[in-house]
């Protein structure tokens, strides 16, 4: 694995970014994109299966809740319905009121943009980080998750890779600090490695 052909191979079968295989556009950087991204990490962010936390992504984007101001239209209800449908059931009453309140925070602090405005006020990756933490409910694991695809997309963004990613690379044979971060082979390379937990039974 050592070899460039063995981590372009890994790219090219594990390699597919989350926020991809959501149909997510990122690369456009606008909030829309942003804000569903956004969810998406939260839901992720959570102790549960990764095609639970898809699943129930791909039934907001289904209702069209995909906005700070439609998830708070949508109201507790709903959003429960919402997240027992995808399967979310042991955390929908702790991440609907979770979602209404960021939600609300977003919108009251930070405006009509809100994620937009926290990446332009921020100086680096370590106040973006902060920022982000800053909000009610988020704690580093869903930063990671959110700021890993966008190091692409977000100048300032550059969150360090996962003690797990950092595990997996190492048993790979594969030295994450010689690398460019802010890198689109970067950021595929970290998605295949976040795959390869369950190989690794990390």
Known sequence: MKSPNGVRKLIAEHG?????????????????ELFKWFLASVLFGK??????????YREFERARILTPKKILEAGWDRLVELLDTGGYV?????????LLQLSKELLERFGERPLTAI??????NNELELALQSLKGI?????????????PVWKKADPDPMPVVKKIAQK??????????????????????????KKFKS
């Open 16 to 32: 597919t970014l989350y926020s991809e295989q959501l149909g997510i556009r990122l690369k456009t950087k606008t909030e829309q």
């Open 47 to 56: 102790r549960i299966g990764e095609n639970i936390a898809m699943k129930t």
């Open 90 to 98: 042991r955390y929908d009453f702790s991440t609907a009121t979770r």
């Open 119 to 124: 990446h332009e006020i921020v100086r680096d």
């Open 139 to 151: 704690g580093p694991v869903t930063t990671n998750i959110f700021l890993r695809e966008l190091r």
């Open 172 to 197: 790979l044979g594969i030295d994450l600090e010689s690398m460019n971060r802010k890198t689109e082979k970067f950021t595929r390379l970290e998605a295949a490695l976040v795959r390869m937990r």
